[in-house]
Nanobody
Framework: QVQLVESGGGLVQAGGSLRLSCAAS????????MAWYRQAPGQQREMVAT???????NYADSVKGRFTIASDNAKNTVWLQMNSLKPEDTAVYYC??????????????????WGQGTQVTVSS
C-alpha cells in the first residue's frame, strides 16, 4: 500500500522559511511526478510546485522565486523549501505523487496518491 508521509509544517512569521518533506513508500515504485498542493480555508486546492522524474519543475506564479521543489529519487522523497513566506501562504500543504507500483512482474498504470497534509501558518 502506497503511503506519502509529510513533515515540516508549522508556524512562522512573515519573511521566514520552512522546509516541507514528503517520503513515498509501499513497495517498488516508479514515480513520474511529485508535487505540492495547498488548500486554504474556504478555497480550492491549488498546485504549488511540480517536479517530473526528468527534472522539469513548474511553479504557481504566486510562489515563483520564493519556493523551490527538489527530490531524492533514490529515496522517493521530495522537499519544498519555502522562503520569504507571506500570510497568504497559510494553508494545508499536501504532497502528491503520480506513480506506478511494481506488481507481479510489471509496473501498474500510474495513479495519483496524496499525503495527509501538513499545516503551514504564516503570521503577519
Amino acid at each position: 500500500q502506497v503511503q506519502l508521509v509529510e513533515s515540516g509544517g508549522g508556524l512562522v512569521q512573515a519573511g521566514g522559511s520552512l522546509r516541507l518533506s514528503c517520503a513515498a513508500s509501499g513497495g517498488t515504485l516508479s514515480i513520474d511526478t511529485m508535487a505540492w498542493y495547498r488548500q486554504a480555508p474556504g478555497q480550492q486546492r491549488e498546485m504549488v510546485a511540480t517536479l517530473t522524474s526528468g527534472g522539469t519543475t513548474n511553479y504557481a506564479d504566486s510562489v515563483k522565486g520564493r519556493f523551490t521543489i527538489a527530490s531524492d529519487n533514490a529515496k522517493n522523497t521530495v522537499w519544498l523549501q519555502m522562503n520569504s513566506l507571506k500570510p497568504e501562504d497559510t494553508a494545508v500543504y499536501y504532497c502528491n505523487a503520480y506513480l506506478r507500483i511494481y506488481y507481479i512482474g510489471k509496473f501498474t498504470s500510474p495513479k495519483d496518491y496524496w499525503g495527509q497534509g501538513t499545516q503551514v501558518t504564516v503570521s503577519s
